[in-house]
Nanobody
Framework: QVQLVESGGGLVQPGGSLSVSCAAS????????MGWFRQAPGKQRELVAH???????NYADSVKGRFTISRDNAKNMVYLQMNSLKPEDTAVYYC??????????WGQGTQVTVSS
């Protein structure tokens, strides 16, 4: 079972940048495909990016070219660098295994608000 702690969210103006981090406690972190998800008010949680254990990445169309996911297997950390932020990026951001279901344990998430 993976325990997850997200951090780094905040308030940023449109067009700005923000980075969020996730610490994962599992001995098999390096072989897990990890994802960043987000949930906006009144909407379902959605996957925005994922990264394999070897570093292959994939992005949702809505964030492609603006967000960058990365990981440090030695530190059990996953990161999401977000540039050119838009108001529609406002959400609570979560990390988890790419295959995580809603019934799986999730961290508390970190709030990202894009507003002028």
């Amino acid at each position: 079972q993976v325990q997850l702690v997200e951090s780094g969210g905040g308030l940023v103006q449109p067009g700005g940048s923000l980075s969020v981090s996730c610490a994962a406690s599992t001995r098999i972190f390096s072989i897990l495909t990890m994802g960043w998800f987000r949930q906006a008010p009144g909407k379902q949680r959605e996957l925005v990016a994922h990264i394999t254990g070897s570093g292959v990445t994939n992005y949702a169309d809505s964030v492609k070219g603006r967000f960058t996911i990365s990981r440090d297997n030695a530190k059990n950390m996953v990161y999401l660098q977000m540039n050119s932020l838009k108001p529609e990026d406002t959400a609570v951001y979560y990390c988890n295994k790419r295959s995580a279901k809603e019934s799986d344990p999730w961290g508390q998430g970190t709030q990202v608000t894009v507003s002028s």
